[in-house]
């Protein structure tokens, strides 16, 4: 069966630090995945996605990048967190260019002071 | 763009009891994908329930189905025989099955609080 993991649970960091976040899929080849973030417990935004290695597309301009640097990997980052970065990250997959559905990891909680 | 829409912030039911959670969507696509998502306090996103908007029959799951209205544009989640472990927030979701841009890209209400009460 398939199972996702994100790393850390929890981060706190300060303004001005860099980020990174990892994502990765088990049981399953060549997904394609997700990050998108919660801000303030509510709806999910959609960040970035990816349908191979290599391959991002962005959805929305930020302070934030993503890279795929192995087929089950994906990592979320930035050079320099702002205030507005803090909020819950989840990753998800799916397989298919069809009727995939997306399965999400547990999530990352970040708080930037 | 595709817009959806949970027009309930909060809503409680009895343990046993039965709920409805609705949702909009707004799309000019006749070929999409709906979900329910269900967060816990652990906050992991669970797939409640699943609908293709190109079959007419409702999709049921257990305790849980929908009523898929695709001329209204409404896709509501019903609940039966609530139990405490339903107690999260739910998220409705649409999903286009085009290509380009918005591949793969769900797009979320702002989801709707559920409270159970033995």
């Known amino acids: 069966s398939q199972t996702i993991h994100q790393w850390p649970a929890t981060l706190v960091q300060p303004v001005g630090s860099p980020l990174s976040l990892e994502c990765t899929v088990e049981g399953t080849s060549n997904p394609n995945l997700y990050w998108y973030r919660q801000a303030a417990g509510r709806g999910l935004q959609l960040l970035f996605y990816s349908v191979g290695i290599g391959q991002i597309s962005s959805e929305v301009p930020q302070n934030l990048s993503a890279s795929r640097p192995q087929d089950r990997q994906f990592i979320l980052s930035s050079k320099k967190l702002l205030l507005s970065d803090s909020g819950f990250y989840l990753c998800a997959w799916s397989v298919g260019a069809g009727s995939d559905t997306q399965y999400f990891g547990p999530g990352t909680r970040l708080t930037v002071l | 763009a595709q817009t959806v829409t949970q027009s309930q912030p909060e809503m409680s039911v009895q343990e046993a009891e039965t709920v409805t959670l609705s949702c909009t969507y707004d799309?000019?696509?006749?070929?999409?994908?709906l979900f329910w998502y269900k967060q816990p306090p652990s906050r992991q996103m669970i797939l409640v329930i699943r609908q293709e908007a190109y079959k007419q029959q409702n999709a049921t799951e257990n305790r849980f189905s929908v009523n898929f209205q695709k001329a209204a544009k409404s896709f509501s989640l019903k609940i039966s025989d609530s139990q405490l472990g339903d107690a999260a927030m739910y998220f409705c979701a649409y999903r286009t099955n085009a290509g380009g841009t918005s591949y793969g890209k769900l797009t979320f209400g702002q989801g709707t609080i559920l409270t159970v009460h033995p």
């Open positions: 799309t000019s696509e006749s070929d999409y994908y």
